[in-house]
Nanobody
Framework: VQLQASGGGTVQTGGSLRLSCTAS????????LGWYRQAPGNQRELVAV???????RYNVSVKGRFTISRDNAKNTAYLQMNNLKPEDTAVYYC????????????????????WGQGTQVTVSS
């Protein structure tokens, strides 16, 4: 499976972007899909992930502003980002996990088997 992330760009504070993650294989074969981000000098951190069964986890800093979803027919996962803030500036990566959802591990970078190449999101103040 190859993941292709797109949709990044530069927006002003309060603006919106929608990121897309398209898979070369069948995205519904993945048990967990999600988005991580990495700002310069920081570790990669979870943004939002969800399971095929409907479990979700959001970074507390994005709750209420970001929404993760998937379209199996299009083999695509989305991250709708509203009310963007300068601290959301980072490279955003999509990730996929073949193993089932585990609350204990889905927040770990090492839990994911596939990664997209990243898309830059810049929020200006």
């Amino acid at each position: 499976v190859q993941l292709q992330a797109s949709g990044g760009g530069t927006v002003q504070t309060g603006g919106s972007l929608r990121l897309s993650c398209t898979a070369s294989g069948k995205i519904w074969d993945m048990n967990v899909l999600g988005w991580y981000r990495q700002a310069p000098g920081n570790q990669r951190e979870l943004v939002a992930v969800f399971s095929r069964g409907g479990s979700t986890r959001y970074n507390v800093s994005v709750k209420g502003r970001f929404t993760i979803s998937r379209d199996n027919a299009k083999n695509t996962a989305y991250l709708q980002m509203n009310n963007l803030k300068p601290e959301d500036t980072a490279v955003y990566y999509c990730a996929a996990r073949t193993s089932p959802w585990s609350t204990a591990v889905v927040g770990r970078v090492s839990a994911y088997d596939y990664w997209g190449q990243g898309t830059q999101v810049t929020v200006s103040s």
